[in-house]
Nanobody, 120 residues
Framework: QVQLVESGGGSVQPGGSLRLSCAVS??????????MSWYRQPPGKQRELVAT???????TYADSVKGRFTISRDNAKNTVWLHMNSLKPEDTAVYSC????????????WGQGTQVTVSS
């Protein structure tokens, strides 16, 4: 059973930084066969896509985080990170990791999420 476990969330002041981690286990091929994404769900709002890194390493970002957030992956460590800089109160949300198989797109896994709170 593939499992995704997020960590690194917490409370930070505006302008601060956090690094979220997503550790993946249970895949016999590791994460190299997955496109990995970070989503977030602000309080009272719909979940939104924040950033994606494909199995080939291409990255895309939501306009709201471009230039501030960076997604990266290490296939050898089966880990994906989201580096978040210049955090704003509107970045407050539960951040979740997502894995989609690069060939079988119906194969999707989610983590439980980690809370990020940006407040002074």
């Amino acid at each position: 059973q593939v499992q995704l476990v997020e960590s690194g969330g917490g409370s930070v002041q505006p302008g601060g930084s956090l690094r979220l981690s997503c550790a993946v286990s249970g895949s016999i091929f590791g994460i190299r066969v997955f496109s990995m994404s970070w989503y977030r769900q602000p309080p009272g709002k719909q979940r939104e896509l924040v950033a994606t890194i494909t199995s080939g390493g291409d990255t895309t970002y939501a306009d709201s985080v471009k230039g501030r957030f960076t997604i990266s992956r290490d296939n050898a460590k089966n880990t994906v990170w989201l580096h978040m800089n210049s955090l704003k109160p509107e970045d407050t949300a539960v951040y979740s990791c997502n894995a989609v198989h690069r060939t079988f797109a119906q194969t999707v896994y989610w983590g439980q999420g980690t809370q990020v709170t940006v407040s002074s």
